[in-house]
């Protein structure tokens, strides 16, 4: 199973973006899928997560502009950016907890990042 996150790029304050997250792999079945992000020097934070029920959770600092959807039929994620921050440049990575459909077992998978840059 891989997980391949692109949509990064640079925007002005204020613009939108839209990061996708895509699972590969033969009968899998994912659950939980999350955003995280990474801005230079700092940890790894949450971002948001939806369960496989449409369940969303989201940070406090990105409620509001921020939207995290799924489509389960072609194995994706979204996350729609809007009103973007400067303090929103990161590296924004996806996580997904992800079912075998021939063994039954579940486990996390993170995509490789995608990189976020918002001028002021």
């Known amino acids: 199973v891989q997980l391949q996150a692109s949509g990064g790029g640079l925007v002005q304050a204020g613009g939108s973006l839209r990061l996708s997250c895509a699972a590969f792999?033969?009968?899998?079945?994912?659950?939980?899928m999350y955003w995280y992000r990474q801005a230079p020097g700092k940890e790894r934070e949450f971002v948001a997560t939806?369960?496989?029920?449409?369940?969303?959770k989201y940070a406090d600092s990105v409620k509001g502009r921020f939207t995290i959807s799924r489509d389960d039929v072609k194995n994706t994620g979204h996350l729609q950016m809007n009103s973007l921050k400067p303090e929103d440049t990161a590296v924004y990575y996806c996580?997904?907890?992800?079912?075998?459909?021939?063994?039954?077992?579940?486990?996390?998978?993170w995509g490789q990042g995608t990189l976020v840059t918002v001028s002021s």
């Open positions: 996580n997904a907890q992800i079912q075998d459909g021939r063994t039954g077992l579940n486990r996390a998978y």
């Open positions: 792999g033969r009968d899998i079945r994912i659950n939980w």
């Open positions: 939806i369960s496989r029920g449409a369940n969303e």
